[in-house]
């Protein structure tokens, strides 16, 4: 069983900041990869940012939507699996459900696990 939990979201003004966490627990041997996906009401989830590894090497990588590049940053504490979004120059556009997703390895398998989703809310 792998839990994962987000926090951080809120409401912010436009050109504010938030910063979302995000951990997974849980038993699973290794995270191959961690990233935030966000729904706006009467629309698909779309990928926003995720930071992944080949599950080889240590070295990660990191993916952007178009729309976020440049203002939101994804890091990871490998240690404690949590992965966090910096989000800056918020616009009321980035107003949404947000979800972490996590993909864990359990025997030699990856899986996908998902949070519960946390709001943000950005007004003009």
């Known amino acids: 069983q792998v839990h994962v939990v987000e926090s951080g979201g809120g409401l912010v003004q436009a050109g504010g900041s938030l910063r979302l966490s995000c951990t997974a627990s849980g038993s699973f041997a290794s995270i191959n990869a961690m990233g935030w996906y966000r729904q706006a009401p009467g629309k698909q989830r779309d990928l926003v940012a995720i930071?992944?590894?080949?599950?080889?090497?240590?070295?990660?990588?990191?993916n952007y939507a178009d729309s976020v590049k440049g203002r939101f940053t994804i890091s990871m504490d490998n240690a404690e699996n949590t992965v966090f979004l910096q989000m800056n120059s918020l616009k009321p556009e980035d107003t949404a459900v947000y979800y972490c997703r996590t993909v864990a390895v359990i025997l030699g398998y990856e899986y996908d696990y998902w949070g519960q989703g946390t709001q943000v809310t950005v007004s003009s």
């Open positions: 930071i992944s590894s080949d599950g080889r090497t240590p070295d990660r990588r990191t």
